[in-house]
């Protein structure tokens, strides 16, 4: 009998420690984004400021031709980079801040973090930050988990190494296998409000294969979109968030 008690108390501690580790992951819902975590979800201070964003890369397939459609734009973004990629790309992580662009954390790895490891979230992250400042030469300031799930782990490891966690409001839903320029534009359209955050991705590494090429095509479509309707496209670094 004892020692069932003793197997059922430490059954609810670790399903403690993982209710406490998975709840910060609630940002994710709209209603919960748009009141109590409007910080947290990329909601700006500048009322005519669209800050775009691009997750997974740099890609040497993909991302030049991000960046030349960026110049041709005449856009400026925050790319959150993931460490394996930009370990093997460091050139073009150098380029995207040579180009004017921010940079910022994504981790090392493309996966979700459901279970409590955080000294493992912590080496992880301090390792793509220290990449991250190391290669592209400049300091990152936001952290974005891979799938925009926000655990107690990877978020304290970001609060520890001075990172901002920014989720978004809008996305294209480009990574896709389906996926067009026009069907990015659409989805993306009702929420490119000024203070909205857009998640696009400049790789197809864990997307659909080739899917980065409807978000090439949507960006043009996006950009009219805002400034037909007086709104700017930048990086989070002039998106004034509180």
Request: with cysteine; glycine share 10%.
């Amino acid at each position: 009998m004892h020692r069932t008690v003793t197997v059922r108390r430490a059954a609810l501690a670790v399903a403690g420690v993982e209710l406490l580790h998975l709840a910060p992951a609630a940002v994710r819902l709209t209603a919960v984004r748009r009141t109590v975590a409007r910080r947290t979800a990329g909601y700006g201070t500048e009322p005519r400021h669209v800050a775009l964003t691009f997750d997974d890369g740099p890609d040497p397939g993909s991302t030049p031709d991000i960046l030349d459609a960026l110049d041709v734009i005449g856009a400026r973004a925050t790319f959150f980079l993931l460490g394996t990629m930009l370990e093997r790309a460091p050139d073009l992580g150098r380029e995207l801040v040579t180009r004017g662009h921010e940079v910022a954390v994504h981790g090392w790895y493309h996966r979700r973090q459901w279970y409590p490891a955080p000294a493992r979230d912590l080496r992880e992250l301090r390792r793509t930050a220290e990449a991250v400042t190391g290669i592209c030469g400049a300091v990152p300031r936001w952290y974005r988990p891979p799938y925009g799930v926000r655990t107690a782990g990877p978020a304290l490891a970001a609060r520890r190494l001075g990172l901002r966690t920014v989720l978004w409001t809008a996305w294209g839903r480009d990574w896709t296998g389906h996926a067009t320029a026009e069907s990015v534009h659409a989805t993306a359209r009702p929420g490119l409000t000024g203070g909205a955050t857009l998640l696009l991705h400049d790789s197809d590494c864990t997307s659909a294969p080739g899917s980065w090429r409807a978000t090439l095509g949507a960006l043009p479509l996006i950009a009219d979109h805002c400034r037909s309707h007086g709104l700017t496209l930048g990086p989070l670094r002039d998106h004034g968030v509180p």
